[in-house]
């Protein structure tokens, strides 16, 4: 009786959490976690001995089988996770990603020079921006993204992912993260384990900049901070304080820019967190 052996394989995969198994239809369950839209980032477990390629790429897969998919901004409706397994077999999930609107956000009263940089201030802007794509090129080994992302601070969320930027009246590049608004001092921590890839103290749009690598080429960066408590190559565990929150660079008022990028594509942070929780307890400064 195959249909009474492929409920018990989808039982035993909900049961034992990351166990991929045979579901309905004959498909591999490779226990997806994620937002399959536009800006979300999925994770998965691969059976022992799999190969993977998603669009074309090849996958980096822990040993215990984790692997990391993602779908920028303007991903198309659809993509493709081509597998072969152990015993030598082979197929195709074809997956579907919603698609999103995005906002127009307007944002007023920077300095001239921040919206329209000048010659040299643009060499320097080209400079950082090489900085930052070379610390994010990694495809470090550790799937320190298992255990979930969670919110670097609590606050008011200021600033969403995707948004159409108009700044001083000058239409910009989409946004590429999720602003938080706190008071200046407030802590950042870890919102996942990794290693700090990046620190600089004083970036012309973000100012004093912290990238974390999650591995898999899964990155964090944390902007406009007024202190940063953790230095390049340090390893840090998710909860670990790592900056206070500032309003250096390119900013009007204290905030944190958190970002999230797969092999240079940018997330949605709030789709890796989940929703800010609704009640935001008391923020402590740091001293």
């Known amino acids: 009786m195959p249909g009474i052996r492929v409920a018990i394989a989808c039982f035993f995969a909900a ?10 239809g004959g498909k591999i369950d490779f226990n997806f976690k994620g ?14 001995g799999s190969t993977l390629h998603f669009e074309g790429r090849a996958l980096r897969i822990s040993r215990a089988g984790a692997f990391v998919i993602a779908f920028g901004r303007n991903a198309k409706a659809d993509a493709d996770l081509a597998y072969r397994l152990a015993d030598g077999s082979e197929g ?6 919603a698609s999103r609107d995005f906002p127009t956000e307007k944002i007023n009263g920077l300095a001239a020079d921040k919206v329209t940089p000048d010659a040299a201030r643009m060499a320097r802007i080209r400079a950082e921006g090489a900085l930052l794509a070379k610390a994010r090129r990694g495809d470090h080994d550790e799937a320190f993204f298992v255990n979930g992302f969670s919110w670097p601070v609590l606050g008011r969320i200021s600033g969403v992912y995707g948004s159409q930027r108009i700044l001083n009246g000058v239409r910009r590049s989409p946004h590429s993260g999720t602003d938080i608004a706190a008071p200046r001092g407030t802590p950042v921590t870890a919102p996942a384990d990794g290693i700090v890839a990046l620190r600089h103290l004083d970036m012309f749009f973000t100012g004093q900049t912290l990238v974390l690598d999650h591995g898999h080429g899964l990155f964090t960066v944390y902007a406009h901070l007024d202190r940063i408590d953790v230095g ?4 840090v565990k998710k909860g670990d304080p790592i900056a206070i929150i500032g309003a250096t660079g390119r900013a009007t008022a204290p905030h944190l820019h958190w970002g999230i990028s797969w092999f240079g594509i940018a997330l949605d942070p709030q789709s890796a967190a989940g929703a800010m929780p609704a009640t935001t307890p008391p923020i402590t400064k740091a001293r």
Do not use: D, M, N, W
């Open 92 to 97: 195709v999930r074809h997956l579907t990603i």
């Open 232 to 235: 390049e190559g340090a390893r």
């Open 35 to 48: 937002a399959f839209h536009q800006g979300g980032l999925v994770t998965g477990k691969a059976p022992a």
């Open 15 to 24: 049961l034992f959490l990351y166990s991929p198994a045979l579901c309905a």
